[in-house]
């Protein structure tokens, strides 16, 4: 794993020497680092080093380009957009700028560490709500909620 990501890191941080070295400390020391990205849309918002997305939104300023061209497309000012398992925001944030004021963002996410930082990149929006509850189909009466993450 360690080796397929220094390969994917190599160009990328001879573009950002200083951000790269603040990437390496937490991805070897295995240490948790919260960081300020900008967002595709010239937003900015908070990200957890070293997790895979997170560096790739930090270094390049770019994430899943496919899917905010998608979002792009689909909605529209006014609408209301509900992100399940919104993360850290990246989503609810496209979200948030394409709907704009008029529309209304509400973002669930369960992992109460994940909750703190989309908190902290939702709070400026008015019309974003969070809400610290699973999405489910129904059919469960109870679900274990596992962390991926750093």
């Not at 794993?1 to 890191?9: D, L, Q, R």
């Not at 390496?24 to 967002?39: D, G």
């Given at each position: 794993?360690?080796?397929?990501?220094?390969?994917?890191?190599g160009?990328?941080?001879?573009?950002?020497?200083?951000?790269?070295?603040?990437v390496?400390?937490?991805?070897?020391?295995?240490?948790?680092?919260?960081?300020?990205?900008?967002?595709p849309?010239?937003?900015?918002?908070f990200?957890?080093?070293?997790?895979?997305?997170?560096?790739?939104?930090?270094?390049?300023?770019?994430?899943?380009?496919?899917?905010?061209?998608?979002?792009?497309q689909?909605?529209?000012?006014?609408?209301?957009?509900?992100?399940?398992?919104?993360?850290?925001?990246?989503?609810?944030?496209?979200a948030?700028?394409?709907?704009?004021?008029?529309?209304?963002?509400?973002?669930?996410?369960?992992?109460?560490?994940?909750?703190?930082?989309?908190?902290?990149?939702?709070?400026?929006?008015?019309?974003?709500?969070?809400?610290?509850?699973?999405?489910?189909?129904?059919?469960?009466?109870?679900?274990?909620?596992?962390?991926?993450?750093?």
């Open positions: 794993m360690k080796a397929s990501i220094v390969y994917w890191f160009n990328r941080a001879l573009r950002h020497p200083i951000k790269a070295i603040d390496v400390y937490s991805f070897y020391l295995n240490v948790e680092r919260i960081r300020e990205a900008i967002h849309l010239g937003e900015r918002m990200v957890i080093l070293p997790d895979y997305g997170s560096i790739k939104l930090f270094l390049e300023d770019t994430l899943e380009p496919d899917v905010i061209v998608f979002m792009q689909a909605l529209k000012p006014g609408m209301t957009v509900f992100d399940a398992g919104a993360n850290i925001g990246y989503h609810s944030i496209t948030r700028s394409l709907v704009g004021d008029n529309g209304t963002v509400v973002a669930f996410e369960p992992m109460p560490y994940l909750h703190e930082i989309l908190g902290k990149n939702l709070s400026r929006y008015e019309n974003a709500t969070i809400d610290e509850r699973a999405v489910i189909d129904g059919k469960e009466q109870k679900i274990e909620l596992k962390f991926f993450g750093m």
